[in-house]
């Protein structure tokens, strides 16, 4: 027995669709152009992350502060703040390790940490929960961002030191 075209299944109900929120439309639209936007020979994708991240020094700072405006808008999406510390890892993880010349951008173009966080965006938000204010928001990504941006900036440095300090070995 068939139900008419026009009543819902009782026994499967339908899902609710809630309207797309601005900030979500937001976040998706920045880590697929910073993760998936160019699409290379073989399917492979990667986005303006790793490129970005080509720039020696400042190009890992840039990036972090992408991804930190990610983690800025989970944030005020109320998305819980054990999710947005696995956020902030995600960013630190990625910051770090892209730090190391030429490895690093590889490894930016494959972890892919904003795509990562919107993953976990979607799947932690309820439009249901309130927004949280700027003023509640803002301390705490700033903290993550300059963070994270001291410990590259820290990293870089100790780069530019050992080399510098091998240079001296092999030239004498």
Sequence with gaps: MELPANQPDPIRPTRI?????????RVRFLSNLL???IV???GYRIGLDPIIGLVPGIGDVVAAGFAAYIVYEGAR???AKRVLLKMSGNVLIETLVGTIPLLGDIFDATWKANVRNAKLIEKHYNPAE?????RKVIGFVLFIFFGIAFLGL????LYIYMILQLLARITG
């Design 77 to 79: 999406m109320g998305i």
């Design 40 to 42: 290379l020979p073989g």
């Design 130 to 134: 309130p927004e949280r204010s700027k």
């Design 154 to 157: 820290g990293l870089m440095a």
């Design 35 to 37: 993760d998936q936007s």
């Design 17 to 25: 669709e809630y309207p797309l929120s601005p900030r979500l439309r």
